[in-house]
DNA sequence: TAGAGTTTCCTAGGAGTCCTAGGCAAATGG
DNA sequence: CCATTTGCCTAGGACTCCTAGGAAACTCTA
């Protein structure tokens, strides 16, 4: 048999991705992305180890890409300019790319996003974004978990086509943002 | 053949509901829930159409049952009181019903939600909340949007044990929904 | 109460999926 | 140039969704 197809395990990975992007995450399957190659799906095998395996490798090279934008987004920002970039820089990944999104949902065992390379470098971006509200331990956790939860839940609800009302979610973004500014802002000192 | 399970609609979406929270909503398929049955898969499909219409009964019924929630915390609450009530028995909920909850995330065909009975109540609780605020349109929709996305994201971060610090989620949760509090509290009037 | 009709569940089977086992051919390197 | 490694193959089992058609259990009516 001629022409082999030159498969990696990053190739594969992308090729998930993409189809994530495509498709929706729950339609990456190892016999779809096999067919995206021209090859038959017990051939990937040689390359992931399951379609668990693919997945959670998928969640965790799209959250690599997040983070890029995201830091990227926050050069040279503080304050409520970081806060804005931030949030835009989020929203935008995500519905760009509703798949690779998706897959960052993905629970995994204890220690597996380690073992396949993920960082931590989203945590540390909204962290230092917080201390630049003067936050401190433990408000700069409970606030980072409000972040992440607005944000994120936003995003989901939105490409869900969540949001009925009539007023784009657009409309909405800048005004959801300025109230997690002022939230924020208003952080009690002392806990 | 003697003996006959006894199904409905009612009673196989309530089983695929038990389903989700025991094993993930992911995991509810229409083999699984006619095991539970003692019925061959075949025999479902007398009562739901396909694997889609029993998921999407799912999350109607859910949502119906966290709506009820809801509106039976709030009562007789009102300002922050009520804010907290409907974020503890928000939470309460998609902790306690896991696979329910997720159920909500489906996304469906427009027209599809109402046409299996599906209600507002949800969101018709949370502008009656957003009102005792003094929010008018469209803040209040900005504004609903908000906690409905702080709320979920954070609910589901949490379950899938996404918060990786050491502080509980539960320690959190208190101080977001206070931060909430401020972030309505401080609402810019005319927009 | 007996027959007719409806409902409920069955068997049978096709198509798609995940995954394993074992094999041949292409690339690589001594 | 030959041996080893690598990449993709075929074959096949188990499980899934779903359709078609049949038989048994209920229900209704004369």
Redo the contacts between chains.
């Keep these: 048999m001629l022409a082999r197809a030159g498969l990696t395990v990053e190739r594969v990975v992308e090729a998930a991705a993409d189809l994530a992007d495509e498709a929706g995450f ?1 339609r990456v399957t190892v016999s779809a992305v096999a067919r995206g190659f021209g090859v038959k799906d017990a051939s990937l095998y040689s390359h992931i180890r399951s379609l668990q395996d693919l997945r959670e490798r998928v969640a965790v090279r799209s959250a690599g890409e997040l983070a890029d934008r995201v830091g990227a987004a926050l050069m040279g920002c503080s304050g409520r300019d970081a806060l804005m970039a931030f949030a835009d820089a989020y929203r935008t990944f995500a519905l760009a790319h509703p798949g690779r999104y998706q897959a960052q ?1 993905l ?1 995994m065992a ?1 220690g597996r996003w380690a073992e396949l390379g993920g960082d931590l470098r989203g ?1 540390e971006a909204t962290y230092a974004l917080l201390r630049g509200y003067g936050l401190t331990e ?2 700069v ?6 972040l ?7 995003v ?2 939105e490409s ?6 009539a ?1 784009s ?1 657009a ?2 973004w800048p ?2 943002v300025d ?2 500014h ?3 802002s ?2 009690p000192a002392g ?1």
């Design positions: 729950d949902q629970a204890p945590i433990p408000a956790t409970d606030a980072a978990r409000l992440r939860s607005a944000f994120h839940g936003f989901l609800v869900h086509g969540g949001f009925l009302a007023r979610p409309q909405s005004e959801v109230a997690l002022r939230a924020l208003t952080w806990a």
